[in-house]
């Protein structure tokens, strides 16, 4: 029964081999030149402040627009694994996932309605 698995962590231990190598080597043969640009934390080009600006808020479009890549990153995940046995599933996965696929898109327009979709 161990037989079987000799392979998975055969698989296992060549990736993690890989990953510390991978980490290694770069530390080894990377350049080592710091300076203060490269210290500090990476802020997308705009210099680090105490507090952000507009007094510390952040917009909430980022979270929303976060929150929508979640539900259509899952919403593939669920359709991708019935499109692969939709023949062998019948007509009751077919109406589970029609309702599903309805239910995401009722979200859809909730947010669309609501301007969440819009940039200012």
Known sequence: MTNQY???????AI???FAVLSVVAGAVVGPKRYNRAKLDAYECGIEPTPQALGGGKVPIKYYLTAMLFIIFDIESVFLYPFAVHFAGL?????????????????????????????WD
């Open 15 to 17: 990736g993690g081999g």
């Open 90 to 118: 019948g007509l009751v996965a077919l109406v589970e996932m029609v309702l599903f696929i309805i239910t995401v898109f009722v979200a859809y327009a909730y947010v669309w309605r609501r301007g969440g979709l819009e």
């Open 6 to 12: 000799v392979p998975l962590l055969f698989l296992a």
